[in-house]
């Protein structure tokens, strides 16, 4: 049901566009969920980046304040984090998360990998 893209390998400073595309989800269902962006790097759990509910509000882990801006498209069922400023510790497998209380439903992405060198 979510499909993640824009992830790859950029060098420290640089800035990637990660993509979440709710495919086959009803527009109730979208519009009424908390989409996430979790991340999980080697050896370590997975952590949550960012999050913003159905009413946009927003949240983020202390470490990517400031960097980091995820937002959402409801017409298109599209989640974004546009991450700037990248670290080497921003390294792991990005995934896309949806959480709708109101529906009861909720899923994950496949991930996608962002490798940030130093």
């Known amino acids: 049901q979510l499909v993640e893209s824009g992830g790859g390998l950029v060098q420290a400073g640089g800035s990637l566009r990660l993509s979440c595309k709710a495919s086959?989800?009803?527009?109730?269902?979208?519009?009424?969920?908390?989409m996430a962006w979790y991340r999980q790097a080697p050896g370590k759990q997975r952590e949550l980046v960012a999050n913003i509910t159905s009413e946009r509000l927003l949240n983020y882990s202390d470490s990517v304040k400031g960097r980091f801006t995820i937002s959402r498209d409801n017409s298109k069922r599209m989640v974004y984090l546009q991450m700037n400023s990248l670290k080497p510790e921003d390294t792991g497998v990005y995934y896309c998360?949806?959480?709708?209380?109101?529906?009861?439903?909720?899923?994950w992405g496949q991930g996608t990998q962002v490798t940030v060198s130093s």
């Open positions: 086959g989800m009803i527009l109730s269902v979208f519009s009424s969920s908390t």
């Open positions: 998360h949806s959480n709708s209380a109101s529906y009861g439903r909720t899923y």
